[in-house]
């Protein structure tokens, strides 16, 4: 959950958190303004509670209007909105005369499920609510967007809807994981046509402040002027649905949206966790209409994206990071792209920080803990599993002295494949394979790379296991 403090106009923005925006420069001013507006709130509040709520905190800039704090948890930040979310609001505004909103968001907001809190915690709310679309992130665009095999069909439908001039699906939903995309795509549907047709109305807003207006509305008797202002634009973006499941009365409300917008022929975007059937808590009827445009789905990353989401980013980020790193991180995190930039940004963060070029080795060493997580994927016995079903042999054949090559081969293979996605060292493989020296583990990683560099058909097979095992 997050809360938004306006100042002098009521909006309540989506609160994805992100940790470091593209613009360093920008930051860095800021990075210096946020810590004087710590220190006279720790002048104020004193040492101990600077300690437990202040410092713990940090910030991020999302424009030159909005100022995004984060805390660890969801308590934190309640208790940093109502302890000191009036000082900050105003000792922010004295450090950026130009900010209209202080948000405060916990770190889980993105993926929590929250409850609607008794009353909108709407600091210096006006009544009007001309805004009832979030903010769109600038970096959310076509342009940035890595197209690969995962994201194209997603990509391609989420470019004609940007590009049509006539609805050519609807609605559009747009599905996969989480860190996968969909927030990207669907703002950067908006950022084009506010770019080439201003003058259609877009809102994009998450399925949580969709329940959150509605509520509100019914709170305030509004449901009229509600109902008004979603039925009278032109495209209409709702993120993450799934989270309606169960919420009947807003489920109901969207439904009529929805058919309200559809049948007068304008463009709605939904994008969930899942695909329309596989929603639960979500009434058959939305179901199968949420199904009848064009579903797309994002499937996990696959290495080739992976690593030119990473070249495409360390380009625009405007630091040198050798490809042998890039490629290491490609490999070893394999869970989402959210998570990958994280570990970008930190490695960025370190090399300006030291300023000592990143290597494989520094690398390792700042990003352990991510790289340790993304570890704890795979499992040895899940490869070697994987890798005997593929080949067609005998799990039992894994652990086995049998050395004939049908055998051997994707012993070897299996052996590559767990040093490669896994931290296990040489000799703890070896053991896991029926005892064998660190050599023979050694020999089989070099043996599979020689075969795949000579042989097309067995790299492929090789990286199609390793997909396999990724994903
Ligand atoms: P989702 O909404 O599916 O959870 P997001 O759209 O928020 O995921 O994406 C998470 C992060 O990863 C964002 O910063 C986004 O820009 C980035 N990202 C995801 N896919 C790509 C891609 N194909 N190219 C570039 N950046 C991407
Ligand atoms: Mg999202």
Not at 62 to 82: G, K, N, S, Y
Not at 121 to 143: C, H, M, N, T
Request: charge should be neutral; aromatic fraction near 8%; glycine fraction near 6%.
């Amino acid at each position: 959950m997050f809360v938004a403090l306006e100042i002098g106009h009521a909006d309540i923005v989506q609160g994805v958190a992100q940790t470091v925006t593209d613009d360093r420069r920008f930051e860095t001013g800021l990075s210096s303004q946020w810590s004087r507006v710590r220190s006279k709130l720790r002048a104020e509040f004193g040492e101990a509670a600077y300690r437990s709520w202040l410092k713990p905190a940090s910030f991020e800039a999302v424009d030159d209007e909005t100022v995004r704090i984060l805390a660890p948890t969801r308590f934190m930040r309640d208790w940093i909105e109502t302890q000191y979310g009036e000082r900050l609001k105003r000792l922010w505004a004295e450090e950026m005369p130009a900010l209209r909103r202080l948000e405060i968001v916990h770190l889980g907001a993105a993926t929590e499920k929250v409850e609607v809190p008794a009353s909108p915690v709407v600091a210096d709310a006006e009544k009007s609510d001309k805004e009832i679309g979030a903010l769109l992130d600038p970096r959310f665009r076509f342009e940035n967007f890595v197209v690969g095999k995962p994201n194209e069909l997603a990509f391609a439908a989420a470019r004609r809807v940007g590009e049509a001039q006539a609805v050519p699906f609807n609605p559009l939903f747009l599905y996969g994981g989480v860190g996968l995309g969909k927030t990207h795509l669907m703002h950067a549907i908006a950022w084009h046509i506010r770019d080439t047709n201003p003058e259609r109305r877009v809102i994009y807003l998450s399925a949580e402040k969709f329940m959150y207006q509605f509520i509100r509305a019914m709170r305030y008797k509004d449901t009229m002027a509600f109902k008004e202002q979603f039925r009278s634009v032109d495209v209409l973006m709702i993120d993450d649905v799934q989270f309606f499941s169960g919420k009947d009365n807003t489920q109901e409300e969207f439904f009529h949206t929805f058919n309200a917008l559809v049948d007068q022929n304008r463009q709605v975007v939904i994008s969930a966790d899942k695909s329309p059937n596989d929603l639960e808590g979500m009434e058959e009827r939305m179901k199968s209409r949420l199904g009848w445009g064009l579903v797309a789905d994002i499937h996990p990353t696959i290495y080739e994206l992976r690593l030119g989401i990473l070249q495409s980013k360390a380009e625009r980020m405007e630091v040198d990071i050798p490809l042998k790193v890039l490629e290491f991180l490609a490999h070893k995190i394999t869970s989402n792209v959210r998570e990958l930039e994280g570990a970008l940004n930190r490695l960025v963060a370190y090399a300006n920080l030291v300023g000592r070029p990143v290597t494989l080795e520094n690398t390792q060493e700042v990003l352990h803990d991510i790289l340790r997580a993304n570890d704890r994927r795979v499992t040895i016995e899940e490869i070697q599993k994987r890798v005997a079903e593929h080949f067609n042999i005998r799990l039992g054949e894994m652990y086995s002295a049998r050395r004939s090559r049908a055998i051997a081969r994707p012993r070897q293979v299996a052996m590559y494949l767990a040093k490669q996605l896994t931290a296990r060292s040489l000799p703890e493989i070896g053991r896991k394979f029926g005892g064998r020296d660190h050599t023979t583990v050694m020999h089989a990683v070099r043996k599979v790379d020689e075969l795949c560099a000579l042989d097309s058909a067995f790299s492929e097979d090789v990286e199609l296991l390793r997909r396999m095992l990724e994903g």
